[in-house]
C-alpha cells in the first residue's frame, strides 16, 4: 500500500518560498538542492517546493486552484495562528470567519497558493 506524504507546490523562486514557509510555519528546511527544498509539516507529512522552471514534465501556470488545510483544535487557536501568521507577513486573503464547516481564515504564500487554518466544528 503506498503512503501519503509529500505535496508538492510548483514555485517561482524555491529559495524564497523555502524562506516564506520556514518563517510562517517556523520549521527547517529537512533537504534543499537547486531548484528544490523539503519542509516538514507534521507526522509524515512534508512540503516540497519545486521551482517552476526545473519542473518535469512541464506544468501550467496556474495556482490557487486548490488548498492546503492546517487543521487546529479550536476557535481560539484559528485566530493565534492568524495573528502570528499575519505577523510574519503573510497575505491574509480571508480573516477569520465561522463557515459551515468550522472557524477559519485563508493566507496565501507568495505564488497564490491558498493555505487554510481550520478548527473544524
Given at each position: 500500500m503506498t503512503e501519503f506524504n509529500l505535496i508538492v507546490l510548483y514555485v517561482r523562486n524555491s529559495d524564497?518560498?523555502?524562506a516564506f514557509y520556514k518563517t510562517l510555519l517556523d520549521r527547517p528546511v529537512v533537504q534543499s538542492s537547486p531548484k528544490f527544498s523539503v519542509l516538514?509539516?507534521?507526522?509524515?507529512?512534508?512540503l516540497g517546493l519545486w521551482q517552476r522552471d526545473a519542473v518535469q514534465?512541464?506544468?501550467?501556470?496556474?495556482?490557487?486552484?486548490s488548498e492546503i488545510v492546517f487543521t487546529?483544535?479550536?476557535r481560539e487557536?484559528?485566530?493565534?495562528?492568524?495573528?502570528?501568521?499575519?505577523?510574519r507577513?503573510?497575505?491574509?486573503a480571508q480573516a477569520p470567519v465561522t463557515l459551515?464547516?468550522?472557524?477559519?481564515?485563508?493566507?496565501?504564500?507568495p505564488d497564490g497558493h491558498r493555505l487554510r487554518v481550520l478548527?473544524?466544528?
Open positions: 524564497s518560498s523555502a516538514p509539516l507534521g507526522g509524515e507529512s512534508q514534465p512541464p506544468a501550467g501556470d496556474e495556482s490557487g486552484g487546529v483544535a479550536d487557536a484559528v485566530e493565534a495562528v492568524h495573528d502570528t501568521w499575519r505577523g507577513g503573510a497575505n491574509i459551515e464547516f468550522g472557524h477559519t481564515f485563508v493566507a496565501l504564500d478548527a473544524p466544528t
